[in-house]
């Protein structure tokens, strides 16, 4: 069974840095890709960045790009975010996700869409306030 655990959200000002991780449980880890999503209150859930299962290929959203990195641990079944100059703007439920070994398509390792992801964490809390 396919089990995903946030951690590292928190409290922070704006232009300061967070790091979010997010452990696999019961599941081959280093054969899925990897996406982190994120909803603000009163909006749908935003694709953020997705890392393949080798860890070679990542892929940012335009709001994220230059900020945030994606890595993983295949070793330690461990996902990363690490977040810098963070905005108000980023304040968010922030979710691990990944999608179901039977849906994969060849060639893709992300999808933008939310609906798109069948496994999900249960989510750590970012806040960007002064």
């Known amino acids: 069974e396919v089990q995903l655990v946030e951690s590292g959200g928190g409290l922070v000002q704006p232009g300061g840095s967070l790091r979010l991780s997010c452990a696999a449980v019961?599941?081959?880890?280093?054969?899925?890709?990897m996406s982190w999503l994120r909803q603000a209150p009163g909006k749908e859930a935003e694709w953020v960045s997705a890392?393949?299962?080798?860890?070679?290929?990542?892929a940012y959203a335009d709001s994220v790009k230059g900020r945030f990195t994606i890595s993983r641990d295949n070793v330690e079944n461990t996902l990363y975010l690490q977040m810098n100059s963070l905005k108000p703007e980023d304040t968010a439920v922030y979710f691990c996700a990944t999608r179901s070994r039977d849906r994969r398509e060849s060639g893709r390792y992300y999808y933008t869409s939310a609906y798109e992801y069948d496994y999900w964490g249960q989510g750590t809390q970012v806040t960007v306030s002064s």
């Open positions: 019961g599941f081959a880890f280093g054969t899925y890709d």
């Open positions: 890392i393949n299962s080798g860890g070679d290929r990542t």
